[in-house]
T-cell receptor, first 114, second 115 residues
Framework: DTGVSQDPRHKITKRGQNVTFRCDPI?????LYWYRQTLGQGPEFLTY????????KSRLLSDRFSAERPKGSFSTLEIQRTEQGDSAMYLC????????????FGQGTRLTVV | AQSVTQLDSHVSVSEGTPVLLRCNYS??????LFWYVQHPNKGLQLLLK??????LVKGINGFEAEFKKSETSFHLTKPSAHMSDAAEYFC?????????????FGKGTKLSVKP
């Protein structure tokens, strides 16, 4: 198992464009999380899935953001009509559904909106 | 409500001196507790975890943490800092049920190590 994989690692886009990020969790991990992290801050929770069901969304997740996990495996996070304030590191994590088990993080996708 | 407080946003130590990064939690339940480290422009790496076994937990790179239920604390320590320890450290608590998919992050402590 190669761990949690995120693609792309870096993305530069013009304001107003749409972007999509992908996360491949560790196989058989049924929980998948998305976080956003800006410079000098801790990760901010965006949303999480249990299998294919999106169980919780943060108020940070505006209508321009959408996340999917269609078959309970990989997940995508789409941002429509990007704004400069969307510039951040987007982190994905996965875990088994046990409270005692840690979450495993990917390397993140660095988004820069110009 | 469950919460995690990292008491220091920035800690600076000299190489070879001890490190103490403080974390307190608030919970009605027995939580699982984790410390993660993040180097610049990298993802989060697990340092150590407490899951209701031994209260003194040893992790990677010489770090350890002690779970103190009476003080609701899980402070991270290392006897002797190394330059490579300079990074951001996050205390994370996991509960059964709760919000945010039951993972709660502290705001982080930036550790600087002076030569």
């Amino acid at each position: 198992d190669t761990g949690v994989s995120q693609d792309p690692r870096h993305k530069i886009t013009k304001r107003g464009q749409n972007v999509t990020f992908r996360c491949d969790p560790i196989s058989e991990h049924n929980r998948l999380y998305w976080y956003r992290q800006t410079l000098g801050q801790g990760p901010e929770f965006l949303t999480y899935f249990q299998n294919e069901a999106q169980l919780e969304k943060s108020r940070l997740l505006s209508d321009r953001f959408s996340a999917e996990r269609p078959k309970g495996s990989f997940s995508t996070l789409e941002i429509q009509r990007t704004e400069q304030g969307d510039s951040a590191m987007y982190l994905c994590a996965s875990s088994p559904d046990f409270a005692s088990t840690e979450a495993f993080f990917g390397q993140g996708t660095r988004l820069t909106v110009v | 409500a469950q919460s995690v407080t990292q008491l220091d946003s920035h800690v600076s130590v000299s190489e070879g001196t001890p490190v103490l990064l403080r974390c307190n939690y608030s919970s009605s339940y027995s939580p699982s507790l984790f410390w993660y480290v993040q180097h610049p422009n990298k993802g989060l790496q697990l340092l150590l975890k407490y899951t209701s076994a031994a209260t003194l937990v040893k992790g990677i790179n010489g770090f350890e943490a002690e779970f103190k239920k009476s003080e609701t604390s899980f402070h991270l320590t290392k006897p002797s800092a190394h330059m490579s320890d300079a990074a951001e450290y996050f205390c994370v608590v996991r509960f059964y049920g709760g919000s945010q998919g039951n993972l709660i992050f502290g705001k982080g402590t930036k550790l600087s190590v002076k030569p």
